[in-house]
Every structure is written in structure tokens, then in C-alpha cells.
Nanobody
């Protein structure tokens, strides 16, 4: 069954860094473009960063130059390195297929996410 497991979120001061990890089932990891998304309280979920099988990466304007998405093929894991964190980066972060989320039982599937809180 599809299952994504995000980890690495924490409470951090502004200017600090975090690295998020996402364990992805191998069959999904091998054949799909992946992305990191986030959802702040009261806001819609938004795409933060993505990479394609061809190796290209893209970032939201708000995080460009501060965040970096990467993958470890041997571990079927996607990472999001976040530097120079700002309070507005506070959100629950999710990884998922890009551009459309994975489906489970016919519905969009999202993992539990990992909470990132940046204090000022």
C-alpha cells in the first residue's frame, strides 16, 4: 500500500537550518517525479520544490536560494535542505509525487507530514 513517511521537522530559530527526509516506496521513487509541499495554518497547500527524472529542479520563489531538494537513489529517500529559515516557513511539510499527488483507494494520498516551526 502507498505510504510516504516524512521526518526531520522541528522548532528552530530564524536563520537556522533543517533537513527533512521522506522515505518513498521503491516502485514509486523509481518512476515518478517528486516534490516537497507545505501547508501553513489557514493556507492552501503549496509546492515548495520539485525534481524530475531528468534531474531538473524547481523552487517556489519564496524559497529559492535557501532550500535544496535532493534524492538518494540507494535509500529511496527524498530530502529537503532548508537554510536561512524564516518565520513564514512555518508549516507542515509533505513530500509527494509531482505534479499530481499519489492516489490511494482512488483518493489523493498525503502522508502525515512533518511540522516545521520557525521562531523569530
Amino acid at each position: 500500500q502507498v505510504r510516504l513517511m516524512e521526518s526531520g521537522g522541528n522548532l528552530v530559530q530564524a536563520g537556522g537550518s533543517l533537513r527533512l527526509s521522506c522515505a518513498v516506496p521503491g516502485i514509486i521513487f523509481s518512476f515518478n517525479d517528486m516534490g516537497w509541499y507545505r501547508q501553513a495554518p489557514g493556507a492552501q497547500r503549496e509546492l515548495v520544490a520539485s525534481f524530475t527524472g531528468s534531474g531538473s529542479t524547481n523552487y517556489a520563489v519564496s524559497v529559492k536560494g535557501r532550500f535544496a531538494i535532493s534524492r538518494d537513489n540507494a535509500k529511496n529517500t527524498v530530502y529537503l535542505q532548508m537554510n536561512s529559515l524564516k518565520p513564514e516557513d512555518t508549516a507542515v511539510y509533505y513530500c509527494n509525487r509531482f505534479p499530481r499527488p499519489l492516489l490511494r483507494d482512488g483518493y489523493d494520498y498525503w502522508g502525515q507530514g512533518t511540522q516545521v516551526t520557525v521562531s523569530s
